[in-house]
């Protein structure tokens, strides 16, 4: 797969307000540590998880060793949307999986919208989605555009085969909104 161009995944007002508390505890603890940049995470593999806190995406062959590579070093990060490229949760041909750092629960609200996922493509993950599990009280509303514009589908818990969502779901996403 190679290295992936993901960049401006994720845009969100709370999410730069999580990473400016989330930095300044760690600092004021004495626990932040920048990586040179030439230690980039994984980026090749089915398997991608993309954490909001720290603008990180790391893929690999397996959803466990994507997630396992994405905790590193952290002590716990909170998984809010995973979306698989089967129907029924299938995880054969790949995953893409949202998280943040620390415990993290989604507001009952769908609005505000917590996070925009605007470039599902970036990451690999342009119309793939087959099915979509939330976690954490969150919700998903799948776009057909990138920059979450388009037409879009209801707001989404959990469901097996997004077909079955009304106008037909499966393989067309290009961003996403949570809530």
């Known amino acids: 797969m190679g290295k ?6 994720v845009t969100s007002d709370r999410k ?3 990473f400016a508390v989330a930095a300044s505890f760690a600092a004021a603890a004495g626990a932040l540590t920048l990586a ?4 980039q995470a994984e980026t090749t ?3 991608c998880v993309y954490n909001v806190t720290r603008d990180e995406l790391t893929c690999s062959d397996t959803p466990e060793a994507a997630l396992a590579a994405d905790s590193v070093g952290i002590q716990a990060t909170s998984t809010l949307v995973r979306l698989y490229d089967d129907a029924n949760y299938g995880t054969a041909n790949g ?9 993290y629960t989604c ?3 769908y609005s505000p919208i917590e996070f925009n996922v605007v470039n599902l493509s970036a990451a690999g993950w342009s119309n793939r989605a087959s099915s979509a599990h939330t976690y954490h009280s969150c919700d998903v509303k799948l776009f057909d555009a990138s920059t979450t514009t388009g037409t ?7 469901l097996a085969n997004l077909n079955t969502a009304a106008g ?5 996403a290009g961003s996403f909104q949570v809530s």
């Open 45 to 47: 593999g089915d398997h």
């Open 36 to 39: 040179p940049a030439s230690a």
């Open 168 to 172: 037909g779901w499966a393989n067309r």
């Open 4 to 9: 992936r161009n993901w960049k401006h995944l």
């Open 152 to 158: 879009s589908s209801t707001w989404i818990d959990n």
């Open 16 to 18: 730069r307000a999580m």
């Open 95 to 103: 995953t893409f999986t949202l998280t943040v750092d620390g415990s």
């Open 107 to 109: 507001t009952a609200a």
